[in-house]
């Protein structure tokens, strides 16, 4: 089989394209980063990022790591193996940094969210002053050596009570992450099942469920179980997990269309492997954006609901908790909601732009530097896993 005119394209997004291959009626179609070859009347099945090819009417599906010639059944290790996609994924992810870290957003995002986990893993130690400490004294105070924000109105020192805070809202951040990711998902699948019928009702529950306000969430949560962090991290997640699937449901749905899935199908795999290898890959940067939208909106529905009294409950340090104690004095001590404000504000911009700077990074459409990444090193080692596959089936022709 002559292999000359195959195109590599690193690319989850792009769509097929086919090069002659010569031979007869051979051709080369490329999909998402993978690369496959018929001929002889062969069928061609791409699958995400792996290689197939077919001759005399086999099928030739070669997944990430091992390739299986047509009619033999036989899995040969890929070229490189496990350690060669390691090193590619590890130059990606360096690429990703460096271009984040190149641009004004994404450096202030990444110093942002860095000095944030410092002072959260400092606090688990050290504190200027104890928790609970006070010294009726002093309420109120302003900045000084002692204090160096000052003291909120129990005479309790602001800047150690926001260390400790950090800790808290950072876990409040993560867990709703993780939680509203994993119902996005969830739902997403679920809105682009095969089922029509499954679809449809699950489209309609969405856009029904969306629509409740995340406070009244919480507050239906906090009559059996009381205010705590736990009543803040379900109430975000249900109402982030639920507008993740809308808004990534219209791109899963292109991808769950495309014909590589039908290709994965096809190959004999199930809905939940074609959810993780093929639809998560193509709403990568939708999930970045509205994941990190999610992280920065717990902070600040953290501080609405301790508020409102239904978020993390007395004596439990969150910087809700520093901005409720004091804004009630905010005409008389500006300075002690000033800090807890300045906090929720910086660290809410920097999730903002850390999503959108991320998206931008990991995109080869819009990262040039992923790209000369993929073509360093994807159709070298296409081409040679093709040649290799191609001498096999012939060998086994003859």
């Not at 001759?55 to 040969?76: C, F, H, I, K, Q």
């Not at 109105?153 to 150690?160: E, R």
């Not at 959108?356 to 000369?372: E, I, Q, T």
Request: aromatic content about 4%; proline content about 5%.
């Amino acid at each position: 089989m002559d292999m000359r005119g195959i195109v590599a394209v690193d690319h989850p997004q792009s769509s097929p394209t086919t090069a002659p291959a010569g031979g007869g009626g051979e051709s080369v179609s490329v999909v998402g980063g993978g690369v496959s070859a018929g001929g002889g009347g062969g069928n061609v099945s791409v699958v995400g990022d792996g290689v197939s090819a077919g001759g005399d009417g086999g099928n030739m599906p070669v997944g990430d790591a091992s390739e299986s010639p047509a009619g033999t059944g036989n899995r040969l290790p890929l070229a490189g193996g496990g350690a060669q996609r390691r090193r590619v994924v590890s130059r990606r992810i360096a690429v990703t940094a460096r271009t984040m870290w190149s641009r004004g957003t994404g450096r202030y995002a990444l110093v942002m969210l860095g000095i944030w986990l410092v002072v959260a893993f400092v606090s688990l130690f050290w504190t200027p002053r104890p928790l609970l400490e006070t010294d009726g004294y002093h309420v109120w105070a302003v900045p000084s050596s002692a204090h160096w924000l000052g003291t909120d109105g129990t005479g309790a020192d602001v800047l150690s009570w926001l260390m400790a805070g950090s800790r808290t809202n950072l876990a409040i951040a993560a867990l709703t992450v993780v939680c509203s990711g994993a119902l996005g998902l969830l739902l997403v699948g679920l809105m682009v099942a095969r089922s029509n019928a499954l679809a449809s009702i699950s489209v309609a529950v969405v856009d029904a469920l969306i629509s409740i306000p995340t406070v009244l969430i919480a507050l239906l949560l906090a009559v059996p179980f009381g205010a705590s962090a736990a009543v803040v991290v379900g109430a975000c997640s249900i109402a982030y997990g639920l507008n993740l699937a809308r808004v990534a449901r219209p791109a899963a749905l292109l991808a769950a269309r495309s014909q590589y899935v039908a290709s994965a199908r096809a190959n004999g795999a199930g809905g939940f492997g074609v959810l993780v290898r093929h639809i998560v890959p193509n709403i990568t940067p939708v999930l970045a954006v509205q994941l990190s939208m999610s992280a920065g909106t717990s902070v600040l529905a953290e501080a609405g609901l301790t508020y409102l009294g239904v978020g993390v409950g007395a004596g439990v340090p969150s910087w809700g908790h520093s901005l409720a104690t004091s804004v009630k004095l905010i005409n008389v001590f500006p300075l002690t909601v000033l800090w807890p404000g300045l906090v929720v504000t910086l660290v809410v911009v920097a999730l903002n732009l850390f999503g959108d700077a991320l998206r931008d990074a990991a995109d080869p459409v819009a990262n040039p530097a992923l790209r000369a990444m993929a073509a360093t090193t994807v159709p070298h080692d296409a081409g040679r896993e093709l040649r290799d596959a191609g001498r096999k089936e012939a060998a086994d022709v003859r």
